[in-house]
T-cell receptor, first 115, second 113 residues
Framework: GAVVSQHPSWVICKSGTSVKIECRSLDFQATTMFWYRQFPKQSLMLMATSNEGSKATYEQGVEKDKFLINHASLTLSTLTVTSAHPEDSSFYIC???????????FGDGTRLSIL | DQQVKQNSPSLSVQEGRISILNCDYTNSMFDYFLWYKKYPAEGPTFLISISSIKDKNEDGRFTVFLNKSAKHLSLHIVPSQPGDSAVYFCAASAPDSWGKLQFGAGTQVVVTP
């Protein structure tokens, strides 16, 4: 089946550091990828839609300058958390779909801990 | 505004019995529905989906039922196994949403021996 790889799986860093998370579709091309954030014991919150070759679309309340998204190829999207602070600590997950009316497949997530 | 609702935060079921998870939605434009299973600190795993032109889809132990008039879908797992213990999310998308999914809050399923 379709596989989405996310890297790294866990990051611990100091406040003020910028952190880049990669999301790759391994066996299909994805013009659109999605980035989610999950708080403890809550559902997945969509942060932004990553569009290959164009700007990402951010959900209301998500700071585009804080969460930079780049979708440079049909198999790779990156999320950069800029100047991360402890409140940015969370579980970030990406997803991609081979096409419309096909299921989104999720990466294994990245646990980000900012000290 | 929560467009997809899972009103049962938890469900306990005995091994071998049927698990029934429910999901309601408010947006009549939704035409594609999915169920995902999630373990802690992992991404969701796709289980089964259904499009609005059907009312039932079956895959092994998993069956999804869709009642469009009631804006309700359910996931049946039979027989339930201990490895099914996880959080289950219902999700839906609309035709004009670029594949964007709306998720329910999830239901924690615990399968007891």
């Amino acid at each position: 089946g379709a596989v989405v790889s996310q890297h790294p799986s866990w990051v611990i860093c100091k406040s003020g550091t910028s952190v880049k998370i990669e999301c790759r579709s391994l066996d299909f091309q994805a013009t659109t990828m999605f980035w989610y954030r999950q708080f403890p014991k809550q559902s997945l919150m969509l942060m932004a839609t990553s569009n290959e070759g164009s700007k990402a679309t951010y959900e209301q309340g998500v700071e585009k300058d804080k969460f930079l998204i780049n979708h440079a190829s049909l198999t790779l999207s990156t999320l950069t958390v800029t100047s991360a602070h402890p409140e940015d600590s969370s579980f970030y997950i990406c997803s991609a779909s081979p096409g419309q009316y096909q299921p989104q497949h999720f990466g294994d997530g990245t646990r980000l801990s900012i000290l | 505004d929560q467009q997809v609702k899972q009103n049962s935060p938890s469900l306990s079921v005995q091994e071998g019995r049927i698990s029934i998870l429910n999901c309601d939605y408010t947006n009549s434009m939704f035409d594609y529905f999915l169920w995902y299973k999630k373990y802690p600190a992992e991404g969701p795993t796709f289980l089964i989906s259904i499009s609005s032109i059907k009312d039932k889809n079956e895959d092994g132990r998993f069956t999804v039922f869709l009642n469009k008039s009631a804006k309700h879908l359910s996931l049946h797992i039979v027989p339930s196994q201990p490895g099914d213990s996880a959080v289950y999310f219902c999700a839906a998308s609309a035709p004009d949403s670029w594949g964007k999914l709306q998720f329910g809050a999830g239901t924690q399923v615990v399968v007891t021996p």
